[in-house]
């Protein structure tokens, strides 16, 4: 990767050193741990999406109770009970609460996903995280143009 000289001396020419590529680190490697690094984002949202379903699983079993409610007092209390005994607490998947999903998710693939790409990440690049990113950032920029510093 070729990094674009700055116009101005003042500006530093590459990323912080927690952000450069440690010697001898091919951009094969910094491109497989970008890849790795970007899969691990991914996850992290489909993480936010189970939360998200776990959330919006129990309030609709407590929004449940107020339909329930309704239908009583409307007078359609055989709705009301059918509702109560099957679908108010009933578990979302065999034997479990969205909760348990959760929970099972969190500590089973969500931390071997975690773990992993810290060890690779540890290994091959001495625990730098988002070089691809930064290298990417260097060619981007416009050096000497305001809001395209390279460090804060």
Excluded: C
């Amino acid at each position: 990767m070729t990094e674009r000289d700055d116009s101005r001396e003042d500006l530093p020419a590459r990323p912080d050193p927690e952000h450069r590529r440690p010697p001898g680190l091919d951009d094969v490697t910094v491109d497989a741990l970008g890849r790795l690094s970007k899969a691990l984002e991914t996850i992290h949202r489909v993480r936010g999406h189970l939360y998200a379903f776990h959330q919006l699983t129990g309030t609709a079993d407590f929004e449940l109770d107020n339909a329930v409610r309704l239908l009583r007092q409307a007078g359609h209390d055989k709705w009301a009970d059918r509702i109560e005994r099957e679908l108010i607490g009933r578990n979302v998947l065999q034997g479990r609460w969205t909760f348990q999903i959760v929970e099972e998710y969190d500590d089973g693939y969500y931390a071997v996903f975690q773990e992993l790409e810290r060890q690779a990440r540890d290994e091959l690049a001495g625990g730098r995280r988002h070089l691809f990113e930064a290298e990417l950032k260097q060619q981007r920029r416009t050096p000497g143009q305001p809001g395209h510093e390279t460090t804060p």
